[in-house]
């Protein structure tokens, strides 16, 4: 299986029964106590998915997710001993791809693991020989290579960031509900609220402040065509 899981999680119990589990079903784990060492790991090592304690030392969860979300769409499995709904929400729209509450089945999380690296792997090119190039205005998409230009110079983006944009450039000037694009981007099994398409909207705003990426009030957004 090869996949590598980055655990963080402070408590040694709960560590180690989580990585147990998780080598018995043949995933390597890395396991550490604080979200700096996390970061260290992310930066060098880049695990395939993350389970994530939000109380830690020092930085806490939900600071790490922000900060991987600034450059990643790494699945992250939130686990937190926080049962309110408003945390709930809070770290998934931080980033979190899924949320499980202490105590909780070493078993269920193994296949949530499952799931989410399923859903990971399917949003990588399917071949690299795709050669199919999206262009709308100043902005073009190249799917085989997952890459984005903007005037001609390539912008960084995560996967769920060109996922947006291969949406909305694909057709131009369509207005997409929230909703619409949630389902499309997320999957229709995600927990958190269209909050998310708000915020990966302002990020690409950041990132190409000229893209003519327009708010349908009461309704979503378009990519408006520059042609006319």
């Known amino acids: 299986m090869n996949r ?53 030392p020092g930085m806490d969860g939900y600071e790490f997710c922000k900060k991987i979300r600034l450059t990643s769409e790494v699945p992250i ?5 926080k049962d309110d709904e408003i945390d709930k929400i809070l770290g998934l729209e931080l980033g979190g791809d899924d949320y499980l509450t202490k105590p909780f089945s070493p078993r269920e999380l193994v296949a949530r693991v499952k799931r989410h690296l399923k859903r990971w792997e399917a949003m990588k090119p399917l071949s690299e020989e795709k050669v199919d190039v999206i262009k709308a205005g100043d902005l073009e998409l190249s799917e085989a290579e997952r ?16 996922e947006m944009l291969r949406i909305l450039a694909s057709q131009e000037n369509r207005a997409f509900s929230r909703e619409e694009l949630l389902i499309k981007v997320w999957g229709d099994d995600y927990y958190g609220s269209d909050r998310a398409v708000d915020d990966l909207i302002k990020r690409l705003r950041k990132k190409m402040k000229e893209l003519p990426i327009e ?13 006319s």
């Open 147 to 162: 890459r984005a230009y903007f005037k001609g110079t390539e912008v960084e983006v995560t996967t769920k960031e060109f």
């Open 215 to 227: 708010t349908v009030w009461g309704h979503g957004y378009r990519l408006r065509d520059q042609s």
């Open 77 to 81: 499995i939130i686990i937190s001993a």
């Open 4 to 56: 590598l899981i980055g655990l963080v999680e402070d408590d040694p119990n709960i560590r180690d029964i989580v990585e147990a589990y998780l080598k018995k079903e043949g995933y390597q784990v890395i396991s550490v106590e604080t979200a700096e060492e996390a970061w260290g790991i992310f930066e060098a090592s880049s695990p395939d998915l993350w389970v994530l304690d939000i109380m830690l």
